[in-house]
């Protein structure tokens, strides 16, 4: 596990977040977070998927010049964007593995919140532009939070 604070040059974040923090950005709706028993009003989250085994967006290509060009990927598997919603108390819901093969991940927060992502006892928080590396294949958990609109996050899985 690595973390990275100020991962992208400030040019490049703020077309993302430009991009993503808009009314005209597509967000899907998810009854479940980890498991589809994890059921109920506290485990609805959106996502806009980027990519899974090719484009899956037009904005694609933004994402590719303006955050995957920082990084060495050989293989992209997936690429999602995360909105978590504001709760009056800060959830942490059940933990997970993205994929049950080893593999690298990457958890880029968007804004700074109360929330965090949870790898074994290690909490890292949700720190604007904090690029949190690790891999995925290893049972972690998300959370809410209550000190912002919500928690936004790209969620990226590659060899």
């Keep these: 596990m690595k973390v990275i604070d100020n991962f992208l040059p400030k040019n490049d974040f703020d077309e993302l977040t430009k991009l993503i923090f808009n009314s005209y950005f597509a967000w899907y709706i998810n009854f479940f977070i980890s498991d589809k028993k994890e059921t109920g009003e506290k485990n609805v989250y959106f996502t806009h998927r980027i990519y899974d085994s090719g484009p899956t967006s037009g904005n694609f290509d933004l994402i590719k010049n303006k955050l995957l060009c920082h990084m060495d990927i050989a293989h992209l598997i997936r690429v999602k964007i995360n909105c978590y919603p504001r709760l009056e108390k800060v959830t942490k819901h059940n933990s997970h593995v993205d994929y049950p093969f080893v593999h690298k991940g990457l958890i880029l927060s968007l804004n700074t919140c109360d929330g965090f992502t949870m790898i074994g006892n290690k909490k890292i928080a949700s720190v ?23 928690r936004f996050n790209i969620n990226i899985n590659y060899h």
């Design 128 to 150: 604007e532009n904090r690029a949190l590396f690790f891999d995925p294949s290893k049972s972690h958990s998300s959370t809410t939070c209550t000190d912002a609109k919500a």
